[in-house]
């Protein structure tokens, strides 16, 4: 027997709905037909919208009843939805993957084998850069984010603004391995301060912050990875520091 659902989504010259399609391949994929209707127009979304009652499309119908939006077909398969705004550590977890990753390529193509200490320097001066580029996309939300929790931000404003720029920099100096004399003691300047700052807002005061590690707009829970990535830099500085003494 041949299962069936009724899709509404909208089609329009300007916008396709993104959950519309991904509510479509959903079903066939689940080896639904699909009677794929489109509202086409914004007047045909509207009356759509007020003749079921319902404040979103696409929607859909399976055996004549509404099974609702696309986050209610997955419920409907049984697939787990994540509330927006509850915290993640997916976000940390695919960048310091993805620069691993990259740190052992490049190790494997200039020293021929992937498992040397460049590689390990590579791993933190890359993911430094990485994280100041996120936080770079929108410095003034990472900031406002930042002002929560860092102690130096808070007694000098600017600092929250500057601080992306002082994070790069020092990671892009030690990817290059050059100007050690300048990125050492940023590294540590900045690593250090971070990693008391983060100890004090979650260990000592007992706060439930979001951590502005991977941006503004993160839903990162400030806590041991935050500390973990301060510890990092401040761990690459002391080792690379060792060349200046």
Not at 77 to 88: D, I, L
Request: charged share 15%; aromatic share 12%.
């Amino acid at each position: 027997m041949v299962r069936k659902a009724t899709l509404y989504r909208m089609v329009m010259p300007g916008h396709i709905c993104p959950f519309g399609l991904k509510a479509k391949h959903l079903l066939e994929s689940r080896g639904y037909q699909v009677e794929d209707r489109h509202l086409t127009t914004r007047e045909a979304v509207d009356a759509f919208k007020a003749t079921h009652g319902v404040a979103t499309t696409p929607q859909i119908f399976i055996g004549g009843e509404r099974v609702g939006g696309f986050d209610e077909l997955n419920r409907f398969f049984g697939k787990a939805v994540r509330p927006t705004g509850t915290t993640s550590y997916v976000p940390v977890i695919a960048l310091f993957s993805m620069t691993a990753l990259a740190a052992l390529a490049l190790s494997a193509s200039v020293f021929g084998t992937p498992l040397t200490v460049r590689a390990g320097e590579w791993f933190i001066g890359l993911s430094m850069t990485v994280l100041a580029l996120l936080k770079l996309q929108d410095v003034e939300k990472f900031s406002s984010m930042f002002l929560n929790y860092d102690l130096l931000s808070r007694r000098w404003v600017p600092y929250a603004s500057l601080y992306p720029f002082l994070e790069g920099a020092a990671g892009v100096l030690m990817v290059a391995d050059r100007l050690t004399w300048l990125s050492v003691p940023i590294a540590l300047f900045i690593g250090l301060e971070g990693a008391v700052s983060v100890f004090k807002a979650v260990y000592v005061d007992k706060r439930e912050l979001k951590c502005a590690c991977v941006g503004g707009s993160s839903n990162v829970p400030l806590g041991f990875v935050s500390l973990t990535e301060n510890v990092m830099m401040v761990a690459m500085a002391m080792w690379m520091g060792r060349m200046l003494f």
